[in-house]
């Protein structure tokens, strides 16, 4: 069973315009819990992280995402988006109380900016 | 400065033709992973390692093999190839595990004809 579900494949916005990636996950706990930029041609470089505490944690480049537990939902948002964010964003679980150590990336979003 | 080395960065080969594609990392990590990048997919974690000789399976491990006899290597073997494994492939690394971010390379993009 998939344990990242990221619903939207494409997403389009105006330059200017605010942002939200909806990220799911499914797991009993908390997980550990990541969001990804993969800039084209590029490895993943990480936006920001959040494994316990304020559910509202701020990352690099302006982004900030939320947890919410009752959703099971870790969504990443900027208020005003630029050229330059066009990329595909990554979520990424990784459950702390499984046996195992693995990491479960989502399928991806990519990002389009319209001038 | 700080960085995962994936080599080569491309590689076309054929069929059954075994290859190596070597990882390494300079900053002392313990956990190391490979993950492979397919359109409509995502990554897949592939193998990974926490510590010297102690790897495991991730999620899509069929078709290859890995070692970790070094702390700052982690080599992706293809023992032999076959066309489903033409994709884009990517090692990282973290400090201890699963609970730190991972640090990525550039990616390997094999054609596997």
């Known amino acids: 069973a998939q344990s990242v579900t990221q619903p939207d494949i494409h997403i389009t916005v105006s330059e200017g315009a605010s942002l939200e990636l909806r990220c799911n996950y499914s797991?009993?706990?908390?997980?550990?819990l990541f969001w990804y930029v993969q800039s084209p041609g590029q490895g993943l470089q990480l936006l920001l992280k959040?494994?316990?505490?304020?559910?509202l944690v701020q990352g690099i480049k302006g982004f900030e995402a939320e947890f919410k537990r009752s959703q099971s939902s870790f969504n990443l948002r900027k208020p005003s988006v630029h050229w330059s964010d066009a990329a595909e964003y990554f979520c990424?679980?990784?459950?702390?109380?499984?046996?195992?150590?693995?990491?479960?990336f989502g399928k991806g979003t990519r990002l389009h900016i319209l001038p | 400065e700080a960085q995962v080395t994936q080599n080569p960065r491309y590689l076309i080969t054929v069929t059954g033709k075994k290859l190596t594609v070597t990882c390494s990392q300079n900053?002392?990590?313990?956990?190391m992973s490979w993950y492979r990048q397919d359109p409509g997919l995502g990554l897949r974690q592939i193998y990974y390692?926490?510590?010297?000789?102690?790897?495991d399976k991730g999620d899509v491990p069929e078709g290859y093999k890995v070692s970790r006899k070094e702390k700052r290597n982690f080599p992706l073997i293809l023992e032999s190839p076959s066309p489903n494994q033409t994709s884009l492939y990517f090692c990282?690394?973290?400090?201890?595990?699963?609970?730190?971010?991972?640090?990525f390379g550039d990616g390997t993009r094999l054609s596997i004809l």
């Open positions: 990282a690394s973290s400090p201890r595990g699963t609970d730190q971010p991972q640090h």
């Open positions: 797991y009993g706990a908390t997980p550990y």
């Open positions: 959040y494994f316990s505490g304020d559910t």
């Open positions: 990424a679980v990784a459950r702390p109380l499984n046996r195992d150590d693995k990491i479960i």
């Open positions: 900053m002392n990590h313990e956990y």
């Open positions: 390692s926490m510590n010297v000789e102690v790897t």
